[in-house]
């Protein structure tokens, strides 16, 4: 791979953490839950005294070497640079002074959300650059225990969901919400971004 497609791929892990990072941020403003994995790092982030973005790198960091020993081949720079960049937008956004003042305003704070997360992770994916720390573990999970790519990853939210309600995050519809859409927005995304992006690394 020369420097110019490492640089494209690398690009592309940026952008596509940038948007997740904002989607993961609207959902935590509209105050109905997030997806399961945000659940587990707010729950760790009272626990600990953390960010929400030092919450993740944490989490993160701790399974990106879990997986080094068992599956070191779902890594690469982009495992590194997604939940960096996601860290730093999250934090960077909780400080803006934007609070949802009425149900309607944070329902459609979470779906926005929602829909933005689902698309920033097909864009990350699809540059192939290396598995993000929650899709290394769950490949890893499915190499080892030989079970379906939709058992294990069902396992993983409820288990990271009830964790993160135990650690103190709130428990309300959105998880529900989350695991229901975004493993179908995430999908549809990728069929239609997998073209241009593979003709932008060619």
């Not at 997986?67 to 400080?95: C, H, M, Y």
């Not at 927005?185 to 593979?198: D, E, K, S």
């Amino acid at each position: 791979m020369t420097n110019k497609h490492y640089f494209k791929r690398g690009l592309i892990v940026v952008i596509g953490s940038f948007i997740m990072g904002i989607g993961i941020y609207l959902t935590m403003l509209s105050q109905l839950g997030n997806d399961p994995l945000t659940m587990f790092w707010i729950g760790v982030s009272k626990q600990l005294s953390l960010t929400v973005g030092q919450a993740n790198l944490l989490v993160s960091g701790i399974m990106l070497f879990i997986v080094f020993f068992f599956q070191r081949k779902e890594l690469s720079v982009g495992s590194l640079l997604n939940p960096v960049v996601i860290a730093l937008t999250t934090d960077l956004l909780v400080k803006l002074p934007i609070e949802a003042s009425n149900w309607p305003l944070r329902l459609a704070f979470f779906l926005v959300g929602i829909v933005l997360l689902s698309f920033g992770v097909a864009f990350y994916a699809l540059a192939d650059f290396g598995r993000g720390a929650y899709e290394a573990v769950t490949f890893t999970l499915i190499h080892q225990l030989k079970l379906s790519v939709r058992t294990v990853r069902i396992g993983c939210d409820l288990t990271f969901a009830i964790a993160g309600i135990l650690l103190g995050a709130q428990l309300s519809i959105g998880p529900v919400l989350a695991i229901l859409l975004m493993g179908t927005l995430i999908q549809f995304f990728i069929q239609r971004l997998v073209q241009p992006i593979q003709r932008y690394l060619t």
